[in-house]
């Protein structure tokens, strides 16, 4: 079965900061990569995806994830972080033989303070 | 206009009590889900069901039991409710079975069980 780590348990920086969260999975065929936030009192919500292509995806709100297959990752970033980019951000994964699973990491709190 | 709406958002039982959430989604999509998230934020999917066939089953304890009475329904029965029953329900729905398509979350139900 696949797994996701994410490896930020909570994520605090000023505004204008830049931000780079860690995501690894462990599967060894072709996966479907997405991340999701949740914002505070808010349901989750996808940033962005990736299934082919160019390995660096650009997805809402000025967030961009780069896959990188050698290291099993997708990391997420943004340049410059905003107040409300508080939330708490999700990895997540799928085989493509199976793609009706979709795997969770833990999750990232980020708290960008003003 | 919700897209996919939970009753109750919160809801407090007894240990022993069986109980029901209920998921809508008026997005017209064949596919609905529903994930538990633990006290660690893990998310993990319980079931999934496509034009209102079962089509994910993990390995959840047989005193839950979806029910899909239309595809634009998915509740979720428990019964003899245990501690470590508490935790946040999401319900999510895709137009069709498999990661390729976004899926779409409810807001979750906070289950406590004393």
């Known amino acids: 079965a696949q797994s996701v780590s994410q490896h930020n348990h909570h994520v605090i920086l000023s505004e204008a900061a830049s931000l780079e969260l860690g995501c690894n999975y462990s599967?060894?065929?072709?996966?479907?990569l997405f991340w999701y936030v949740q914002y505070p009192g808010q349901h989750l919500q996808l940033l962005l995806k990736?299934?082919?292509?160019?390995?660096l995806v650009k997805g809402i709100k000025g967030f961009e994830a780069e896959f990188i297959k050698s290291k099993f990752s997708f990391n997420l970033r943004k340049p410059s972080v905003q107040w409300s980019d508080t939330a708490e951000y999700f990895c997540?994964?799928?085989?493509?033989?199976?793609?009706?699973?979709?795997?969770f990491g833990a999750g990232t709190t980020v708290t960008v303070r003003a | 206009d919700t897209a996919v709406s939970q009753t109750p958002k919160y809801l407090v039982t007894q240990m022993g009590n069986d109980k029901s959430i209920k998921c809508e989604q008026n997005?017209?999509?064949?596919?609905m889900y529903w994930y538990k998230q633990d006290s660690k934020k893990f998310l993990k999917i319980m079931f999934s069901?496509?034009?209102?066939?079962?089509?994910i089953n993990e390995t959840v304890p047989n005193r839950f039991s979806p029910k899909s009475p239309d595809k634009a329904h998915l509740n979720l029965h428990i019964n003899s409710l245990e501690l470590g029953d508490s935790a946040v329900y999401f319900c999510?729905?895709?137009?069709?079975?498999?990661?390729?398509?976004?899926?779409?979350f409810g807001p979750g139900t906070r289950l406590t069980v004393t």
């Open positions: 069901y496509n034009n209102k066939e079962l089509i």
């Open positions: 997540a994964v799928t085989p493509r033989s199976n793609d009706y699973k979709l795997s």
């Open positions: 999510a729905s895709s137009p069709l079975a498999g990661a390729t398509y976004e899926q779409y």
């Open positions: 990736y299934f082919s292509g160019d390995p």
């Open positions: 599967y060894g065929g072709t996966v479907n």
């Open positions: 997005l017209g999509h064949d596919t």
